[in-house]
T-cell receptor, first 111, second 116 residues
Framework: GQNIDQPTEMTATEGAIVQINCTYQ??????LFWYQQHAGEAPTFLSY??LDGLEEKGRFSSFLSRSKGYSYLLLKELQMKDSASYLC????????????WGAGTKLIIKP | DTGVSQDPRHKITKRGQNVTFRCDPI?????LYWYRQTLGQGPEFLTY????????KSRLLSDRFSAERPKGSFSTLEIQRTEQGDSAMYLC??????????????FGPGTRLTVL
């Protein structure tokens, strides 16, 4: 079967760094996406990885290891507005372009 | 602002009524997706279009759900004979599929449906 695993909830302190992990088992692989979703709002695209390695975009970075079926999202210099759910989604090669979604990690930032 | 719009933003209806939602994608995007999301879960795929063709529909989707994209631009999602279990956020997303793009999906603000 196809599956995406993420921690349900994480807590971090304002100004600190947090790493949100995502592991996946899919039928083939054709890209991994991270989205941010504030409560009651739609998901907002953060990053895309298709090759192994680190993609950096400001305070946010995303890492991919295809051989391990593993990705992480790294958030630096945490701000209160980063309190949100972070969704990992994988496009499998055989899934006709459909994304397989994790349930999301709720990140709580404390002062 | 991602450029995808949805209407209405909120809908309250009584069980058994029909409802229709509209989605206007980013203008140059050729793919359009409908998802359903409940609290604490990731988006659940419902269906998607490439231009005006509906290419895939979730096997979990009952025949009370139907979607159209008549001219390859906006799309509508209709739910007939609504049930309380249909209460959820209905999300629309669009993407540009072409060689060399990541085919990233951009979401609209969603329509929150409450069935009483």
């Amino acid at each position: 079967g196809q599956n995406i695993d993420q921690p349900t909830e994480m807590t971090a302190t304002e100004g600190a760094i947090v790493q949100i992990n995502c592991t996946y088992q899919t039928s083939g692989f054709n890209g991994l996406f991270w989205y941010q979703q504030h409560a009651g709002e739609a998901p907002t695209f953060l990053s895309y990885n298709v090759l192994d390695g680190l993609e950096e975009k400001g305070r946010f970075s995303s890492f991919l290891s295809r051989s391990k079926g593993y990705s992480y999202l790294l958030l630096k210099e945490l701000q209160m507005k980063d309190s949100a759910s972070y969704l990992c989604a994988v496009r499998g090669r055989d899934s006709n372009y459909q994304l397989i979604w994790g349930a999301g990690t709720k990140l709580i930032i404390k002062p | 602002d991602t450029g995808v719009s949805q209407d209405p933003r909120h809908k309250i209806t009584k069980r058994g009524q029909n409802v229709t939602f509209r989605c206007d994608p980013i203008s140059e995007h050729n793919r359009l997706y409908w998802y359903r999301q409940t609290l604490g879960q990731g988006p659940e795929f419902l269906t998607y279009f490439q231009n005006e063709a509906q290419l895939e529909k979730s096997r979990l989707l009952s025949d009370r759900f139907s979607a159209e994209r008549p001219k390859g631009s906006f799309s509508t999602l209709e739910i007939q004979r609504t049930e309380q279990g249909d209460s959820a956020m209905y999300l629309c997303a669009s993407s540009l599929e072409s060689s060399g793009t990541s085919d990233t999906q951009y979401f609209g603000p969603g329509t929150r449906l409450t069935v009483l």
